[in-house]
């Protein structure tokens, strides 16, 4: 395995254990959508305040995985009166 496929495949996994623990965490707020935006926004932030070559493409990655986050946390958001209370399912 060459460097690159190593660094490649290292990434990959990271990506997918801070995708499914951003998503625990989340679906544990009461607002999990919103809690991942949050967390978008903080991390752009991050490297907004960065003025380095490739910071398009850094803050790209990003907007990308928190899109896919956002999504899936959102499909465990209740709608208003429906299903039961958030408190009681904790």
Known sequence: MSDNDDISARLTALETVVSQLITHLAVRSDDP????????????????????????????????????????????????RRGTSRHFVR
Do not use: P
């Open 33 to 80: 959508a919103g809690w991942v935006e949050t967390r978008k926004v903080l991390a752009l932030s991050t490297v907004n305040g960065r003025h380095a070559a490739g910071v398009e493409r850094v803050r790209d990655a990003i907007e990308s995985f928190f899109d896919q986050a956002e999504l899936v946390a959102g499909d465990y958001a209740y709608g208003i």
